[in-house]
């Protein structure tokens, strides 16, 4: 039920666009069909290179244009720093940071604010407070007590890697990050129609640290 378009710069590396069919045909596995929701909506993402910051600082950014509450995500523009190319290549980390900014492009932490989805939790730290994902976190971190919702990080717009740790959605990527069950339900609370068969065994559920990179 979400048609992923994508379109790239001439000048864009080729691994990079690798990186992007593989997201792309990932993600696109998660989702519920047309057939099965009912509906299909596109988002058109325009992947391109250029100057962020220094090398080894921010990887890539996502935008997204005309967010409006209650509507989907429609068009997406993923830049990706060319002076951190390499090192994606060096930590192996190229498809991992693609999937996390495809996820943004999706809405996740851009779309929270528009939603109401952001909350405090007893100490005042912020939260994500969408029900399936803060179901899922509760499953994975074994509380028994109903949390607030899942800890975020500083920017409002991530995991807090400490709580969620692993994660595809954290801050810093990592080769081998895990798109654990709390991402992919957080996108189901921003209204992506998520297939049931997307959800992992609890017990595979695992997320597991290995080289750095920052996204």
Known sequence: ????????????????????????????GFFMSA??????????IDLRQGDIDD?????????????????????????FDRDD???MRAYGT???VMEHEMIHALGFGIT????????????GNPVFTGTAATSSFQEFSGDEDVPAGVPLDGSEGHWHADDVPGDVMNATVY??????????????????????????????????????MVA
């Not at 080729?14 to 997201?23: E, G, K, N, T």
């Not at 957080?186 to 559920?205: F, K, N, V, W």
Request: net charge negative; charged share 30%; proline share 3%.
């Open 1 to 28: 039920a979400v048609d992923i378009r994508i379109m790239t710069a001439d000048d864009l590396p080729q691994d990079l666009i690798d990186a992007a069919s593989y997201a792309e045909q990932m993600l696109e």
């Open 35 to 44: 057939e099965d929701f009912g509906s299909q909506r596109v988002l058109n």
């Open 55 to 79: 090398e080894g600082g921010t990887a890539a950014l996502t935008s997204v244009s005309g967010i409006r509450q209650g509507e989907p995500t429609e068009e997406a523009t993923i830049t």
């Open 85 to 87: 190319i390499e090192l």
């Open 94 to 96: 190229m498809d991992e």
């Open 112 to 123: 929270w604010d528009t939603e109401n989805l952001v909350g405090r939790d007893e100490d």
């Open 175 to 212: 080769d081998g990050a895990a798109l654990s069950d709390i991402t992919i339900a957080s996108l189901a609370d921003i209204g992506i129609p998520i297939a049931s068969s997307a959800y992992q065994d609890p017990e595979e559920d695992m997320l597991i640290e290995e080289d750095l």
